[in-house]
């Protein structure tokens, strides 16, 4: 399976800017790159996504390598509500239409006040 | 209008029972895929419904089995549960026939325990 690899903790300051950083090494062509978030016991909450552009949302930036071998994920002014596990994601295509959203491990994020 | 919805948010099952979760799909969604997440880890794949037929399949045993109705909602089964199927179980939903990266929207999950 197509893997990403993530620092497993940052920190931040409220109001400053966050770069969580992400590699995928060995993504393929036709993989999407997903960020999504997630607080304890809830589900996963969409960031943003993208192919080989940057792509800007109301929440975030998403900044991709050229080679699209890594991403990097923008918080442009960090809240203590930003608080929460950050997952690089490949959107991977199979057979048949079939589509899956593969984890890394993702990144805890803290936002110090 | 209503997220995914999931049921029951909590449920706890000893070795050997069979479970069943159940998952409503945003509105105008046909696929749904499920994913299960254990304790400190990413979720993992399970398995993507559309139209009522399976797409795709994770790396898990035959004992998870899962179906999608005619309004898309759909359930997860699992036979002989194990302690190791004690997990969180997230279902997403996203729109099918559109052209690039689909965006899965997830459901808040169940928590199994398993005894």
């Known amino acids: 399976d197509a893997k990403t690899t993530q620092p497993n903790s940052m920190e931040s300051n409220e109001e400053e800017p966050v770069h969580l950083p992400c590699n995928h090494s060995?993504?393929?062509?036709?993989?999407?790159i997903h960020w999504y978030r997630q607080l304890p016991s809830q589900g996963p909450e969409y960031v943003i996504h993208g192919l080989t552009s940057n792509v800007n949302n109301r929440m975030a930036s998403l900044a991709i390598a050229e080679d699209r071998k890594s991403s990097t994920l923008i918080l442009h002014r960090a809240t203590l509500r930003d608080a929460a596990v950050y997952y690089c994601?490949?959107?991977?295509?199979?057979?048949?239409?079939?589509?899956?959203?593969?984890f890394g491990k993702g990144t805890k994020l803290t936002v110090n006040p | 209008d209503a997220g995914v919805t999931q049921s029951p948010t909590h449920l706890i099952k000893t070795r050997g029972q069979h479970v069943t979760l159940r998952c409503s799909p945003i509105s105008g969604h046909k696929s749904v895929s499920w994913y299960q997440q254990v304790l400190g880890q990413g979720p993992q794949f399970i398995f993507q419904y559309y139209e009522k037929e399976e797409r795709g399949r994770g790396n898990f045993p035959d004992r998870f089995s899962a179906r999608q109705f005619p309004n898309y909602s759909s359930e997860l089964n699992v036979n002989a549960l194990l302690l190791g199927d004690s997990a969180l179980y997230l279902c997403?939903?996203?729109?099918?026939?559109?052209?690039?990266?689909?965006?899965?929207?997830f459901g808040p999950g169940t928590r199994l325990t398993v005894l």
């Open positions: 994601i490949l959107r991977v295509l199979g057979q048949g239409g079939s589509e899956k959203l593969v």
């Open positions: 060995t993504i393929s062509g036709t993989d999407y």
């Open positions: 997403a939903s996203s729109l099918a026939g559109t052209s690039g990266g689909r965006v899965q929207f």
